[in-house]
């Protein structure tokens, strides 16, 4: 009889235990187990391999940006180094020309202490000329060192323009570090998270596998069991059909040899007790015939032997 109670697992379901059941449900029962444990693996493997592929594509275009962001922070390094030697440049003109004008200024001094008591007045009128002129007079000369410019405006607003582009970029490239910088933070939190999933995948297909072992040993154990089980009952089929074909031989044999009619009966205790007759009757006349000395009587008294025991038979 099979009696199955139903109790919840650690997972939350429900699992039948069987109890006091045949090999071959048991068997079946754990095989079941088995196939939903490797169904439960090839689901936990795919959802594995779809997550590792989803981390590795971000990856990608994470790793992607960041040479985009490093191929631009390049190029603005390259273009402000550009404008910082354009720049020197320019002060390296300007420092001349202010080592000029100084030498120049020492020339006129001289001069002037020469000429101070004539041209006073007019020493002083030119100082101050000088000195409000020097700025255009040195942007005069630029001017004259390139083509590119026709005008003092134009280098007064090309300087400008250069200032802010400065600033510009500057305040671009600080925006742009921070954001690399971002980025690259970013970039470590997810290669941290994907390697804690992929440990955590690794983790699960371990403990899955060695349900699965478990569950094999389990079902093969089983298996031997109900193998051997089998082969004990094929013995005693055998053993029981040699009885069996034993017991038919000497029934038949008996009903050739007795000399009284014995009916056919397929039961197996009737057909006993007529070969238990039949040798107890063989025994009486062989017992007989050895007291009387080996004579001539004994098929007669195996008759009337035979004869006595019929009545018992037949009842």
């Given at each position: 009889?099979?009696?199955?109670?139903?109790?919840?697992?650690?997972?939350?379901?429900?699992?039948?235990?069987?109890?006091?059941?045949?090999?071959?449900?048991?068997?079946?029962?754990?095989?079941?187990?088995?196939?939903?444990?490797?169904?439960?693996?090839?689901?936990?493997?795919?959802?594995?391999?779809?997550?590792?592929?989803?981390?590795?594509?971000r990856e990608?275009?994470?790793?992607?940006?960041?040479?985009?962001?490093?191929?631009?922070?390049?190029?603005?390094?390259?273009?402000?180094?550009?404008?910082?030697s354009?720049?020197?440049?320019?002060?390296?003109?300007?420092?001349?020309?202010?080592?000029?004008?100084?030498?120049?200024?020492?020339?006129?001094?001289?001069?002037?202490?020469?000429?101070?008591?004539?041209?006073?007045?007019?020493?002083q009128?030119?100082?101050?000329?000088?000195?409000?002129?020097?700025?255009?007079?040195?942007?005069?000369k630029?001017?004259?060192?390139?083509?590119?410019?026709?005008?003092?405006?134009?280098?007064?607003?090309?300087?400008?323009?250069?200032?802010?582009h400065?600033?510009?970029?500057?305040?671009?490239?600080?925006?742009?570090?921070?954001?690399?910088?971002?980025?690259?933070?970013?970039?470590?939190?997810?290669?941290?998270e994907?390697?804690?999933?992929?440990?955590r995948?690794?983790?699960?297909v371990?403990?899955?596998?060695?349900?699965?072992?478990?569950?094999?040993?389990?079902?093969q154990?089983?298996?031997?069991?109900?193998?051997?089980?089998?082969?004990?009952?094929?013995?005693?089929?055998?053993?029981?059909?040699?009885?069996?074909?034993?017991?038919?031989?000497?029934?038949?044999?008996?009903?050739?040899?007795?000399?009284?009619?014995?009916?056919?009966?397929?039961?197996v205790?009737?057909?006993?007790?007529?070969?238990?007759?039949?040798?107890?009757?063989?025994s009486?006349v062989?017992?007989?015939?050895?007291?009387?000395?080996?004579?001539?009587?004994?098929?007669?008294?195996?008759?009337?032997?035979?004869?006595?025991?019929?009545?018992?038979?037949?009842?």
């Amino acid at each position: 009889w099979l009696r199955i109670r139903n109790m919840a697992d650690p997972a939350g379901g429900q699992q039948l235990h069987l109890d006091h059941v045949s090999p071959a449900t048991r068997l079946l029962e754990k095989r079941r187990q088995m196939l939903e444990v490797q169904d439960a693996l090839e689901t936990q493997k795919e959802e594995f391999a779809r997550r590792e592929e989803l981390f590795k594509r971000r990856e990608e275009q994470l790793r992607k940006k960041d040479l985009d962001l490093q191929e631009s922070l390049i190029r603005f390094n390259k273009f402000l180094q550009e404008n910082d030697s354009k720049r020197a440049r320019a002060e390296r003109k300007k420092l001349e020309e202010i080592r000029q004008r100084e030498i120049r200024g020492g020339e006129v001094s001289d001069l002037k202490y020469e000429l101070d008591t004539l041209t006073r007045r007019r020493e002083q009128m030119k100082q101050v000329v000088e000195k409000n002129m020097i700025y255009v007079r040195f942007l005069e000369k630029t001017l004259e060192t390139t083509e590119d410019y026709s005008e003092i405006s134009e280098l007064l607003a090309r300087h400008a323009t250069l200032v802010a582009h400065h600033d510009e970029l500057q305040s671009r490239s600080s925006r742009f570090s921070s954001l690399a910088d971002r980025c690259r933070q970013q970039l470590q939190e997810i290669s941290k998270e994907s390697q804690d999933e992929r440990l955590r995948g690794h983790n699960q297909v371990a403990t899955l596998q060695k349900d699965l072992e478990s569950k094999q040993a389990e079902a093969q154990r089983e298996v031997g069991r109900i193998d051997r089980r089998l082969g004990e009952a094929a013995d005693r089929t055998l053993e029981f059909g040699k009885v069996q074909w034993s017991i038919d031989n000497l029934y038949e044999r008996v009903r050739d040899k007795a000399k009284v009619r014995i009916g056919r009966s397929e039961d197996v205790p009737t057909r006993l007790r007529v070969i238990r007759d039949f040798f107890q009757d063989l025994s009486y006349v062989v017992k007989g015939w050895k007291q009387e000395g080996g004579g001539s009587g004994g098929p007669s008294v195996s008759a009337d032997a035979s004869k006595k025991k019929q009545p018992g038979r037949e009842s």
